[in-house]
C-alpha cells in the first residue's frame, strides 16, 4: 500500500521516442548478454516472446528493460529460480501491461542509437594506425565489442566523434584519458537526478509495487521527466564548457600581455621614464600643462660636475 497516494496526473500524454526494434542478436549485443542467455530466459518465462515476422523474432525495448533487470538481480546475488518466482508473482499481481509500462518507462533505453558493425581496416581508417594498441580500451569503456574478426559499436555517433576529434590532432590515447577521468562525474551526476526523481515519485513501500491504479500516472510522469533531465545535463555542460572556453582565452591573453610589458621593461631606461612620466599627466590638466610636462619629461638630465 502506497505511504501517500498522491501521483501525477499528466493534461497530455508526453511525447515519447519511437519503440527500437531487435533482432535476438542485437538485443544480446544492446543488454550486455548472450543469444543463448535471451532463449534461456524465455524458456523459464522471465522474458517474453518477440513478435513473428515470417522467421524472425523482433524484439523491442520492454524485452531491453526486462533484461537489464534480470542482469541487474543476477549481479546481486539471486538466482534464476528467485527471479522467475518473484517476476511470476508480479506479473500475477497486477495489470500485465502497466507493470510492462513501468518497467520500460524505468529501465528502457535513454538512447535509440542502434549498433553498428566495422571491421579492423575501418577502425584503421577512422583512427589511423593507432587504433588497434586502444582497441582494449574501447571495449573497457563500451565503445567497442569484439564479435569473432568485427567490432561492434553500440553508439555509432560516439565512436565516430572520436574519429573525428582524432583527425583534428588529438591522439586516442588523450581522448580515453579524458573519457576515464569524465565518467565517474557522469555517473554522479545522474546519481544525483534519478535520486531527486525518485524522492519525489516514489512515496511506496520498498516492499511492494505501486498499486495498478497508480501506474499509468507514475510512467506518464517518468516519461515527461525523462527528457527534461537530459536537456538539464546538456545545458549545464554547455554552460561549463563556455565558463571554461573563456577563462583560458582570458588566461591566454593575461599572459601574453604580461611578456608584452616585461619586453618594455627591459628596454633603454629614458623610453621606461618616458612611458612614466607621459603616464603621471593628468589627463585633465589643460593643454599647455600637458606639453609643459611632456617637454619637462623628454629633457635629458644634466649631471653635476
Same mark, same amino acid.
Given at each position: ?13 508526453? /511525447? ?12 544480446? =549485443? ?44 543476477? *549481479? ?27 518497467? #520500460? ?28 594498441? #586502444? ?9 567497442? /565489442? ?26 586516442? =590515447? ?83 600581455? /604580461? ?5 618594455? *621593461? ?9 612611458? #612614466? ?7 585633465? *590638466? ?20
Amino acid at each position: 500500500m502506497p505511504k501517500t497516494p498522491t501521483t501525477p496526473v499528466p493534461d497530455s500524454a508526453p /511525447e515519447r521516442p519511437d519503440v527500437s526494434e531487435y533482432t535476438v542478436d542485437e538485443l544480446a =549485443r544492446v543488454t550486455g548478454t548472450t543469444v543463448r542467455n535471451v532463449r534461456a530466459y524465455q524458456d523459464r518465462d522471465l522474458l517474453m516472446p518477440p513478435d513473428k515476422r515470417g522467421r524472425v523474432g523482433i524484439y523491442n525495448d520492454s524485452h531491453v528493460a526486462r533484461l537489464k533487470l534480470i542482469n541487474h538481480l543476477l *549481479a546481486r546475488g539471486y538466482t534464476l529460480a528467485n527471479i522467475q518466482d518473484l517476476i511470476k508473482a508480479i506479473d500475477d499481481g497486477g495489470d500485465l501491461r502497466s507493470i510492462l509500462g513501468l518497467e #520500460n518507462a524505468i529501465g528502457g533505453p535513454w538512447s535509440h542509437a542502434r549498433p553498428k558493425t566495422y571491421s579492423l581496416p575501418e577502425l584503421i581508417k577512422l583512427f589511423g594506425p593507432q587504433a588497434p594498441s #586502444n582497441l582494449t580500451r574501447l571495449a573497457e569503456f563500451g565503445l567497442l /565489442e569484439r564479435k569473432g574478426l568485427s567490432f561492434v559499436a553500440r553508439n555509432p555517433a560516439m565512436l565516430d566523434a572520436a574519429a573525428a576529434t582524432v583527425r583534428e590532432g588529438i591522439p586516442a =590515447r588523450d581522448l580515453l584519458e579524458v573519457l576515464e577521468k569524465a565518467r565517474p562525474h557522469f555517473d554522479a551526476i545522474a546519481r544525483v537526478l534519478v535520486e531527486m526523481v525518485v524522492r519525489h515519485l516514489d512515496r511506496y513501500d520498498a516492499g511492494a509495487l505501486p498499486p495498478a491504479t497508480d501506474m499509468p500516472g507514475l510512467v506518464e510522469a517518468i516519461w515527461r521527466l525523462r527528457p527534461l533531465s537530459t536537456v538539464f545535463v546538456e545545458n549545464e555542460i554547455l554552460r561549463a564548457l563556455e565558463a571554461q572556453s573563456s577563462e583560458y582565452l582570458g588566461g591566454r591573453v593575461a599572459t601574453i600581455l /604580461e611578456a608584452k610589458l616585461g619586453q618594455r *621593461a627591459g628596454g633603454s631606461g629614458s623610453a621606461t621614464a618616458s612611458e #612614466n612620466a607621459d603616464t603621471d599627466v593628468d589627463a585633465d *590638466a589643460p593643454e599647455p600643462a600637458r606639453k609643459r610636462a611632456s617637454r619637462t619629461a623628454k629633457k635629458p638630465a644634466v649631471k653635476k660636475r
